[in-house]
């Protein structure tokens, strides 16, 4: 993560707006701002219809904002083509997705290896990042076996070295929890909190879930699109 470690701050919202077309018009987030230093473990928290998960994906690049500005490592990302942004997201942004979203006939370490392979990195380096990112979440072992070959829990920690291995500057991830029994979250939240302390990974998460707002450092409390 030294690419990541050598910026002050990793994520920047400035009075972020999306607007979703209606009679009359949904204010799913209202120019809401906040700030996250690398090396951050922050989440938006909120119930559902708060505009915890559309902030998320903003913040991410995977969504438009309607105004505000969104700044992801010193780079503003209003303006981008969308040829660049999907490489810049490739390269800088990590995602884990609560449905894990894996490829069901690639093996884990596949799975892990694919973004950096479709950004153009040689396969020798891919296949390295992704075996250290497997071992990283403590799937060394499984990193050939296929996704119906692991439990939910083990098929969330491939997401989350997928996440990793591409050493993103900041790691998004949506209600990573919600789909896994109480151990396994348990279990999957002191992975999150081992790889912010050990390894300085920055994390933002949409959540609910007490357990793992518990432990975050800095929590951002959402109610009706705007921090509460």
């Known amino acids: 993560m030294a690419e990541a470690t050598a910026l002050s701050t990793a994520l920047s919202l400035r009075n972020v707006v999306r607007i979703f077309p209606g009679s009359p018009p949904v204010y799913a987030v209202g120019g809401v701002s906040i700030e996250l230093k690398t090396g951050g473990f922050a ?5 559902s219809g708060s505009g ?3 902030l998320l994906n903003l913040a991410a690049g995977l969504d438009t904002p309607d105004d505000g500005e969104v700044i ?3 780079q503003k990302l209003a303006g981008m083509s969308k040829h660049d942004l999907s490489r810049f997201r490739r390269e800088k942004v990590g995602f884990v997705f609560q449905s894990y ?3 069901p006939a690639l093996t884990a370490i596949e799975n892990v290896e694919f973004t950096s392979i479709v950004r153009g990195d040689s396969e020798k380096e891919s296949r390295k990042r992704a075996l250290e990112a497997l071992e990283q979440v403590g799937l060394g ?5 296929y996704p119906d070959q692991l439990s939910g829990g083990q098929q969330q920690r491939v997401a989350v070295a997928r996440s ?3 050493r993103p500057a900041i790691v ?3 209600e990573p929890t919600a789909n896994l029994d109480s151990k396994t979250a348990i279990d999957l939240i002191d992975l999150f909190q081992k790889l912010n302390n050990d390894l300085g990974v920055t994390f933002l998460f949409s959540t609910h879930d007490h357990r793992l707002v518990d432990r975050v450092k800095l929590s951002f409390p959402m109610s009706d699109g705007k921090l509460a």
Request: charged share 10%; hydrophobic share 50%.
């Open 164 to 166: 990793l291995a591409s």
């Open 72 to 74: 992801i490592a010193g």
């Open 52 to 54: 915890k998960t559309t």
């Open 141 to 145: 072992a499984k990193a050939y076996s």
């Open 172 to 174: 998004f991830a949506d």
């Open 43 to 47: 989440a938006l928290v909120g119930p």
């Open 101 to 103: 979203n894996l490829f």
